[in-house]
């Protein structure tokens, strides 16, 4: 990390205030920990565990884990709840974009700041500065797929298979907008809902459409299952899935051989990294919690860690960790980070693939600052 | 007091007050964002359990499209009030509105169905509004859902926080005292019988389809409220708010807290919402215990908490009193004005089932007063005749004139309108009702003011009142007085039968069906029931009647008529049949009778 990036980091994180020993932060961790975005909850989770456990000596911290499920009116209770006995220092906040949507409103009124992983958008595009994202946005992960497709696999007749859900369809957005700036042919789209369990037949309409790339916007469970489906079928294309397929517990529901070709983009891919610092935190985190850790983890962890160390450094507030995370630099273990005035803090991604020899992706092209909005 | 007050008031009983009194007792002074959010919520839930108590507890509809008009109201709500910057005043009416319209259309295929059917027919509308929800991305914001939809303003006031949760709960009263009053009405009394048994239903001459059509509306537009609420509550609206899981809740709130009731939905939304809060500290486990308290409710309280409360309170306290018989009901026969014209007339009626000939040509006449009596061997068509003179078969040739209307094909209420009712070869009643309710259930629509009035009468305990003390009269004219308040369920085959002959008579009928009255009655009950129908006809009602005892029906009818193979082979009097060589010869075989002839 260079060393004019430390001081600047420090500098922005001294704005909040003066050092204080014996801080108390509060912090509610409020992600889904039932129903179908339960993995990544449980990652959003971990990550936030893991990164109060490592918290700086001086910071006490005061949390509570309250399950959102998937609805907007639970995220609400859930944060009112939160909010009942203390005003927190700063809220964890669910990675479904709607309970984010839902979200936005009260932490406006009760001025804390909602740290996420969120890949949903629009969560920052309402002008709400109490927002702020740590796992790069659709923007930023969805140019890095669509780039490595058309520039390292020189692809350009593209099906594209997304999920009826707001991940799916943001994402599909994104995608279709930067294949058509990539000069590349989405040739066939097709919409499945998270229900449908046999993908037999989108597989069978992307095959007809004769396409030469196949690229995959689904949550977990549909990744794995088309993922199997291609293999078993001899689809014979290569597959650039969404972040999904970068993590382990997705992998693991697919032999090593089903995944040769396939690649994910995502945020980070711990497992995939070298740098010491990144490893002991993998380390760490396989003893806590005994699973292997995901890029939302990670970007948990580094969000967590940032309010941690604004709070270290003097921030007492919810205003005063907001000015400190909008204003501020913070070099995590994933990348580092920064506002874009949005609330967008993340604007790195990488593309890893799977050889079919293990379970263990390798990083294949890193993209930094990838849509300019860093 | 003006009359829609009186209305209400008359549903206002001691318990009732004291327990909403206690709800804003606790809730009025809440401060706390936590618990007022919570108790909206749960408001929210209550309101949707209660309108789904229209339809499912009271009709007995299996709808499973209620969560998806919920869906529909909140998608209403949001549109008017990011589009139009409507506020309160119009997003809920426009909510309730739009609801209830795409019920009304729905209504037209879905209604028709029964059991199953009806309840797949309702969630393919559901998951017909979930893609477009999803789909539609313009309108609707796709996936994402629409997002800034502002607290409930009512004519630029705010109702946020507290003043929202007691809105809330304001439309909680005023749309559960409207479910308390139809359910403890006359119409509600026919609910009863439309979900229990609805054969019953058309013996009481209750206008089931109506009543299922006005239910599954008025369950549609409450959804659709709640839904607008629950939009302006949380301030997004997504597909989630189409999902089967609102669905799964509405089911829950109202079996858990009681079918049919207000309290029971309003408890069920309290338990619905509370209780996953109560058990947060469980984390993972939290919704195995959920499921787990949901299941044990079911399994040792199947009525859901209020229907078992209100069971061990009918073991525990006495029942009410049998209310003074008013004999104001005047005599079976009604149109007592001298005439000729016959009360039924059958001309060339045939009906076929696939291959099977049940009834053919057969043309007949029943005149007022006049005692007709119908035999025939086993499948020579006597109950499908019945069946197409009341209505619930419509003949496939020729036409039915009751008292000089042609009726032919008419739904079974209006027949009964007509002055026609019915008992059936195997006994309908309602087994948990009381005996003088089974009865007092056939008066709806026949009070002065017809259908619509005991409608537009709902609540007005003046009108049950009178139903019962009619039914009384009619019970007491028929020695049933001694079980009147005793279910009808309970009592044995035969006294069974004379209550399905009490309701009958209840419908102030010129034409009464009887279906094998005799059945499983002894000698001595025969000739008392004998006594009475011959009492009745000197008070110019007339009769059909259905039995196999050819010893009671012979010696009581006026005129008797033999069907076989869907024929009328005989008709004249008990003396002319009982000697006819056609019908011998058809009860015991064509070669039996000619060698006893030689």
């Known amino acids: 990390m260079p060393s004019s990036r430390i001081l600047a980091t420090i500098a922005a994180l001294l704005v909040a205030g003066s050092a204080h020993a014996d801080t108390t932060a509060t912090i509610p961790v409020l992600v889904p920990l039932t129903g179908f975005l339960a993995l990544e909850g449980a990652s959003q989770r971990n990550g936030a565990l893991l990164a109060f456990r490592a918290a700086a000596a001086s910071v006490t911290v005061r949390h509570e884990v309250i399950d959102t499920a998937t609805s907007p009116e639970a995220a609400l209770n859930a944060f009112a709840r939160a909010r009942r006995q203390e005003a927190p220092t700063a809220v964890v906040a669910p990675m479904l974009g709607t309970q984010m949507l839902a979200l936005l409103p009260a932490a406006l009124e009760a001025r804390v700041p909602l740290i996420t992983v969120s890949g949903t958008a629009e969560i920052t595009e309402r002008g709400n500065p109490w927002v702020f994202r740590f796992f790069p946005g659709d923007a930023v992960v969805k140019t890095a797929q669509a780039r490595y497709v058309v520039e390292d696999l020189g692809r350009r007749r593209v099906a594209l298979v997304y999920q009826t859900t707001a991940y799916g369809q943001s994402g599909h957005r994104h995608l279709v907008d930067v294949f058509a700036r990539l000069?590349?042919?989405?040739?066939?789209?097709?919409?499945?809902?998270?229900?449908?369990?046999?993908?037999?037949?989108?597989?069978?309409?992307?095959?007809?459409?004769?396409?030469?790339?196949?690229?995959?916007?689904?949550?977990?469970?549909?990744?794995?299952?088309?993922?199997?489906?291609?293999?078993?079928?001899?689809?014979?294309?290569?597959?650039?899935?969404?972040?999904?397929?970068?993590?382990?517990?997705?992998?693991?529901?697919?032999?090593?051989?089903?995944?040769?070709?396939?690649?994910?983009?995502?945020?980070?891919?711990?497992?995939?990294?070298?740098?010491?610092?990144?490893?002991?935190?993998?380390?760490?985190?396989?003893?806590?919690?005994?699973?292997?850790?995901?890029?939302?983890?990670?970007?948990?962890?580094?969000?967590?860690?940032?309010?941690?160390?604004?709070?270290?450094a003097g921030a007492r507030d919810g205003e005063a960790v907001r000015r400190a995370l909008a204003a501020g630099r913070y070099e995590g273990l994933a990348m580092t980070y920064r506002s874009d005035g949005a609330g967008n803090m993340a604007h790195d991604a990488v593309i890893v693939c799977y050889d079919g020899r293990d379970r263990t992706p390798r990083v294949a092209r890193r993209y930094v600052n990838a849509a300019g909005t860093g | 007091m003006t009359r829609p007050l009186l209305w209400f008031a008359e549903g206002i009983r001691l318990p009732l007050l004291f327990a909403a009194g206690a709800l804003a007792a606790f809730m009025l002074p809440l401060e706390a964002s936590y618990p007022v959010r919570l108790l909206t919520q749960v408001g929210v839930y209550a309101l949707l359990g209660i309108g789904y108590q229209f339809v499912f507890g009271l009709a007995g509809a299996f709808s499973l499209a209620q969560g998806a008009f919920f869906g529909v109201g909140a998608y209403v709500a949001a549109l008017a009030a990011l589009q139009w910057d409507w506020t309160g005043e119009l997003t809920l009416p426009a909510a309730v509105l739009v609801a209830t319209a795409m019920a009304a259309l729905a209504?037209?295929?879905?209604?028709?169905?029964?059991?199953?059917?009806?309840?797949?027919?309702?969630l393919g509308i559901a998951q017909v509004l979930f893609v477009l929800a999803v789909g539609w991305i313009d309108l609707t914001g796709g996936a994402n859902g629409l997002a800034g939809i502002g607290e409930l303003m009512l004519w630029d006031q705010r109702l946020d926080g507290r003043d929202g949760m007691v809105f809330v709960w304001i439309l909680v009263a005023v749309v559960g005292l409207l479910l308390y009053q139809v359910r403890r009405s006359?119409?509600?009394?026919?609910?009863?019988?439309?979900?229990?048994?609805?054969?019953?239903?058309?013996?009481?001459?209750?206008?089931?389809?109506?009543?299922?059509?006005?239910?599954?509306?008025?369950?549609?537009?409450?959804?659709?409220?709640?839904?607008?609420?629950?939009?302006?509550?949380?301030?997004?609206?997504?597909?989630?708010?189409?999902?089967?899981?609102?669905?799964?809740?509405?089911?829950?709130?109202?079996?858990?807290?009681?079918?049919?009731?207000?309290?029971?939905?309003?408890?069920?939304?309290?338990?619905?919402?509370?209780?996953?809060?109560?058990?947060?500290?469980?984390?993972?486990?939290?919704?195995?215990v959920f499921g787990a308290v949901l299941l044990a409710t079911i399994l040792f309280a199947p009525e859901g908490i209020i229907g078992t409360a209100e069971r061990l309170r009918r073991r525990w306290l006495p029942g009410p009193a049998l209310p003074r018989p008013l004999a104001t009901l005047r005599a079976p026969g009604r149109s007592l004005l001298a005439t000729t014209r016959p009360v039924l007339s059958l001309e060339r009626v045939a009906k076929g089932f696939g291959g099977v000939v049940a009834l053919e040509g057969v043309t007949l006449k029943v005149a007022r007063g006049e005692i007709f009596g119908l035999i025939g061997p086993n499948g020579s068509g006597k109950t499908t005749l019945v069946d197409v003179v009341t209505g619930m078969t419509a003949p496939d040739e020729g036409r039915v004139v009751v008292s000089g209307e042609d009726l032919t094909g008419r739904p079974p209420s209006v027949i009964s309108r007509h002055g026609v009712a019915r008992t059936f070869q195997t006994v309908h009643l309602h087994p948990d009702m009381t005996v003088l309710d089974n009865v007092a259930a056939a008066r709806l629509g026949d009070l002065p003011g017809g259908p619509l009035g005991t409608l537009l009468a709902i609540g007005t305990e003046r009108r049950l009142r009178r139903a019962r003390g009619e039914a009384a009269a009619i019970l007491e004219a028929l020695d049933l007085a001694a079980v009147a308040m005793r279910p009808g369920g309970t009592l044995a085959p035969a006294l069974q039968r004379r209550v399905e002959l009490a309701r009958a008579l209840a419908r102030n009928p010129e034409l009464v069906l009887l279906d094998e009255p005799a059945a499983g009655l002894?000698?001595?009950?025969?000739?008392?029931?004998?006594?009475?129908?011959?009492?009745?006809?000197?008070?110019?009602?007339?009769?059909?009647?259905?039995?196999?005892?050819?010893?009671?029906?012979?010696?009581?009818?006026?005129?008797?008529?033999?069907?076989?193979?869907?024929?009328?082979?005989?008709?004249?009097?008990?003396?002319?049949?009982?000697?006819?060589?056609?019908?011998?010869?058809?009860?015991?075989?064509?070669?039996?009778?000619?060698?006893?002839?030689?």
Request: charged share 15%.
């Open chain 1, 183 to 312: 000069g590349a042919a989405v040739v066939v789209e097709e919409g499945l809902a998270p229900a449908v369990k046999d993908m037999a037949p989108v597989l069978t309409k992307v095959r007809a459409a004769r396409p030469d790339v196949l690229v995959l916007q689904l949550h977990a469970e549909a990744s794995a299952r088309l993922v199997r489906q291609a293999a078993a079928l001899g689809l014979g294309l290569p597959i650039v899935a969404g972040s999904a397929m970068h993590q382990p517990a997705t992998v693991a529901l697919l032999e090593p051989a089903e995944l040769a070709g396939v690649c994910a983009e995502s945020g980070a891919s711990p497992i995939s990294e070298d740098a010491p610092a990144v490893r002991r935190w993998v380390a760490d985190y396989r003893a806590a919690f005994q699973v292997e850790p995901d890029a939302f983890a990670l970007a948990q962890y580094d969000g967590v860690a940032m309010v941690l160390a604004a709070v270290a």
């Open chain 2, 107 to 122: 209504a037209a295929p879905v209604l028709r169905l029964r059991t199953h059917y009806f309840a797949l027919a309702t």
């Open chain 2, 186 to 288: 006359l119409v509600g009394l026919a609910f009863d019988l439309v979900r229990t048994d609805p054969f019953a239903a058309i013996a009481a001459g209750a206008p089931a389809a109506r009543l299922r059509f006005a239910a599954f509306l008025a369950s549609a537009g409450i959804a659709g409220l709640a839904g607008a609420l629950q939009v302006h509550s949380i301030g997004v609206v997504s597909p989630e708010v189409l999902d089967f899981d609102i669905m799964i809740r509405c089911l829950v709130v109202v079996v858990v807290g009681g079918v049919a009731r207000t309290s029971g939905a309003i408890l069920g939304a309290f338990v619905v919402v509370l209780v996953p809060e109560w058990l947060h500290a469980l984390e993972g486990y939290r919704l195995l």
């Open chain 2, 522 to 598: 002894s000698e001595p009950e025969q000739a008392h029931l004998a006594e009475r129908l011959r009492a009745l006809k000197t008070r110019g009602l007339a009769m059909i009647i259905v039995d196999h005892n050819l010893g009671f029906l012979l010696g009581l009818a006026d005129r008797v008529a033999c069907l076989d193979q869907g024929r009328l082979i005989a008709i004249g009097t008990p003396e002319q049949v009982r000697n006819d060589p056609d019908v011998v010869s058809a009860y015991i075989g064509g070669g039996i009778a000619a060698r006893a002839a030689s």
